[in-house]
């Protein structure tokens, strides 16, 4: 946890190698909380919608995939962009109904809208 | 492929590394919701037999927010990441560029600056330099 109500596998301390959990690359996000749920965007360029998967499990959301690196013909004499595999997983404080999640691929961002579950109410019967 | 070719390449890939890699420490130890006052967008530099290609990532960034200069042998990108702050939005975490960037890419002579071309998919800005043709030299006949 690191007190902005977020945590992931690669998030904790420590080197930036154990932090990627194993993965060429981590792309940027930012994370806002609204009162109906989480808005996650990733800075994912240069990827087609096919190749980026998004999969949630409780209260967890995962995105993952491959950037295509070398372009044939062509020799790379500076490189700053990042290639190849990446991951990166988010753990919420809010339980989210994972079924609702959203996901658009515009302009090289990943924008994934995240509904909180909604509490189911029981109404208790008997008594008086 | 000379030796000097090959130490001048490690080293180019050896300083994208480390750029690639302070740049993640940044953002892994940035403070959530803290605006960084100048955005770096990543650059990529090739070359092909027939031009230059110099590529840069600018996520969320529309065509109408960029704008590419020549001059002076020098090729400029600068732009303007569009802002997003939404009321009724708490910011968790704030890694994304934000803000306006530049971006400047010393060109090597033989690059035809003149008929750059450029496009944007993806959230990739390309930007494509013909090599001149060896047009420098010419041959005069004798009459």
Same mark, same amino acid.
């Given at each position: 946890m690191?007190g902005n109500?977020?945590?992931?596998s690669?998030?904790g301390?420590?080197q930036?190698a154990?932090?990627?959990n194993g993965v060429?690359?981590?792309?940027?996000?930012?994370i806002?909380?609204?009162?109906s749920g989480?808005?996650?965007?990733?800075?994912?360029c240069g990827?087609? $919608?096919g &190749?980026?998967?998004?999969?949630a499990?409780?209260s967890r959301?995962t995105?993952s995939g491959e950037?295509p690196?070398? #372009? !044939?013909?062509?020799?790379c004499?500076?490189r700053?962009r990042?290639v190849?595999?990446?991951?990166?997983?988010f753990?919420f404080r809010a339980?989210?109904?994972?079924?609702g999640? $959203?996901? &658009?691929l515009?302009?090289?961002v990943?924008?994934?809208?995240i509904?909180?579950?909604t509490p189911?109410?029981?109404s #208790? !019967?008997g008594?008086q | 492929?000379?030796?000097?070719?090959?130490?001048?390449?490690e080293l180019?890939e050896l300083?994208?590394?480390?750029?690639?890699?302070?740049?993640?420490?940044d953002q892994r130890?940035?403070?959530?919701g803290?605006?960084?006052?100048v955005a770096?967008?990543?650059?990529?530099?090739?070359?092909?037999?027939?031009?230059?290609?110099?590529r840069?990532?600018?996520?969320?960034?529309?065509k109408?927010?960029?704008?590419?200069?020549?001059?002076e042998?020098?090729l400029?990108?600068?732009?303007?990441?569009p802002?997003r702050?939404a009321a009724?939005?708490e910011l968790l975490?704030?890694?994304?560029?934000?803000?306006?960037?530049r971006?400047?890419?010393?060109l090597?002579?033989?690059a035809d600056?003149?008929?750059?071309?450029?496009?944007l998919a993806?959230g990739?800005?390309t930007?494509?330099?013909?090599r001149?043709?060896?047009?420098?030299r010419?041959?005069?006949e004798i009459?």
């Amino acid at each position: 946890m690191n007190g902005n109500g977020t945590s992931g596998s690669e998030m904790g301390e420590g080197q930036l190698a154990r932090v990627r959990n194993g993965v060429d690359w981590l792309p940027p996000a930012d994370i806002a909380e609204t009162p109906s749920g989480f808005e996650v965007t990733l800075e994912i360029c240069g990827v087609s $919608r096919g &190749a980026i998967e998004v999969h949630a499990e409780e209260s967890r959301v995962t995105v993952s995939g491959e950037r295509p690196g070398a #372009v !044939e013909g062509e020799v790379c004499h500076y490189r700053e962009r990042r290639v190849g595999s990446f991951r990166r997983s988010f753990a919420f404080r809010a339980p989210i109904d994972s079924d609702g999640i $959203r996901a &658009a691929l515009t302009d090289g961002v990943l924008s994934l809208t995240i509904p909180k579950r909604t509490p189911t109410r029981v109404s #208790v !019967e008997g008594g008086q | 492929m000379s030796a000097n070719w090959t130490l001048g390449r490690e080293l180019s890939e050896l300083r994208a590394r480390l750029a690639g890699a302070l740049r993640e420490a940044d953002q892994r130890w940035s403070l959530a919701g803290a605006a960084r006052p100048v955005a770096v967008p990543a650059l990529d530099f090739s070359e092909t037999a027939e031009a230059f290609v110099v590529r840069v990532d600018v996520p969320g960034v529309p065509k109408g927010e960029l704008d590419i200069a020549v001059q002076e042998g020098v090729l400029e990108i600068t732009g303007r990441v569009p802002d997003r702050d939404a009321a009724g939005r708490e910011l968790l975490r704030s890694e994304r560029l934000r803000g306006a960037f530049r971006r400047a890419v010393p060109l090597p002579r033989e690059a035809d600056l003149a008929n750059a071309k450029a496009s944007l998919a993806d959230g990739v800005l390309t930007v494509l330099i013909p090599r001149r043709l060896p047009g420098g030299r010419r041959s005069v006949e004798i009459e």
